[in-house]
């Protein structure tokens, strides 16, 4: 029977044991950067640049869709991809533009389906009040446009004060139901800005914008001057920016004054406009000519039945995009198809004067 003492060859194996799980010799590993937070002061930096973007990207939305489009009131928060996709419901327009130049990053928009048929029907010269409940190619690709605007106006502030060209993916448009089918920016960490978009009369909803964490402070800690300051209120999580003017010490103020369409021809900054819609695709319609009927005569048309039109014989056709008229020709045959040879153009002007008198 054993006194309780430990033996020789006991010991030796309770000594080999210990090194065992002693850990190796050697330099400890390195530890990885915790990019999951943002500091308040990174934090305000980033959020002066999405205000800029705001306002930039409201003027040009306003523009192009000759109503009042209003972003405002952002605010930004870092959750989880988890936390994120827990408050989101329903079906969504997300829109991708990484960038892939100067800087890498993914990006994501997303909006209610319904906000952006809005704007897609906008974009498309209609009034908005009756978007299509299926977008088609076209939506898609106008939406698309209508983003893409968005996305520049911040690119541009972005790319000033990190002092290099940026390049990004054309944006791709998808309709998605149910938040695990969003494509969140890569990461344990998003950065998410959340804006209050309003179309006059038409849209009062939420715009999100998403961007890795790592993003925001490659921006924020890129040399070159800042952006102009805007007083932030109450700068505790999450940080919110309002539309206040910078102060008179920081820059001087003056009101922006728009010049009217002349009639010799459009401006740069109109040209520039216009040029953005240049690869929107349209519906070209050819009208022959139009007539009123009561209910009683529309009832009893049949085979055989004639209308006559409100145009003469020989008189031009109207060529209308959008119901606009913007050119008149003549019908001509082409192998055996109909086909109209233009003879009158609306100037271009004129077309955007009666737009803006709508």
Do not use: C, W
Request: aromatic share 2%; hydrophobic share 40%.
């Amino acid at each position: 029977m054993s006194d309780g003492s430990l033996s020789q060859e006991e010991i030796d194996a309770l000594l080999q044991g210990v090194d065992e799980m002693a850990p190796e010799s050697g330099p400890a590993p390195a530890m990885v950067a915790d990019t999951g937070a943002l500091s308040e002061s990174e934090k305000q930096a980033f959020m002066n640049i999405i205000n800029q973007q705001m306002i930039n990207a409201s003027n040009t939305l306003t523009t192009i869709v000759t109503k009042k489009v209003d972003l405002s009131d952002a605010h930004l928060d870092v959750k989880s991809p988890a936390e994120i996709r827990s408050e989101l419901a329903g079906e969504y327009l997300q829109i991708r533009i990484d960038y892939t130049e100067g800087v890498a990053a993914e990006t994501l928009f997303l909006m209610k389906k319904q906000d952006g048929s809005v704007i897609a029907d906008l974009m498309m010269g209609q009034e908005g009040t009756s978007p299509p409940a299926d977008l088609n190619d076209l939506y898609i690709s106008a939406l698309g446009e209508a983003v893409s605007q968005i996305n520049s106006a911040g690119l541009n502030v972005i790319s000033d004060k990190m002092k290099k060209a940026i390049k990004t993916t054309p944006p791709n448009v998808e309709i998605v139901s149910g938040p695990s089918k969003v494509m969140l920016p890569t990461g344990d960490q998003i950065a998410r800005i959340s804006s209050t978009l309003t179309i006059e009369g038409l849209v009062s909803s939420t715009l999100i914008q998403m961007y890795p964490v790592s993003f925001i402070k490659d921006v924020v800690s890129a040399g070159g001057p800042a952006p102009v300051s805007y007083e932030m209120s109450q700068p505790s999580s999450p940080v919110t920016a309002h539309h206040v003017a910078p102060s008179p010490d920081q820059v001087k103020v003056q009101q922006v004054q728009f010049p009217p369409l002349n009639i010799q021809g459009v401006s740069p900054e109109q040209a520039a406009n216009i040029q953005l819609l240049m690869d929107v695709p349209m519906q070209l319609t050819v009208e022959l000519g139009r007539t009123r009927m009561l209910v009683k005569e529309i009832l009893g048309l049949g085979e055989g039945s004639i209308i006559q039109l409100d145009k003469l014989a020989g008189e031009p056709v109207d060529l209308l995009v959008n119901n606009k008229l913007i050119a008149k020709g003549e019908v001509v045959v082409i192998d055996e198809n109909f086909g109209v040879r233009v003879t009158d153009i609306i100037n271009p002007v004129d077309r955007l004067m009666g737009l803006q008198e709508k």
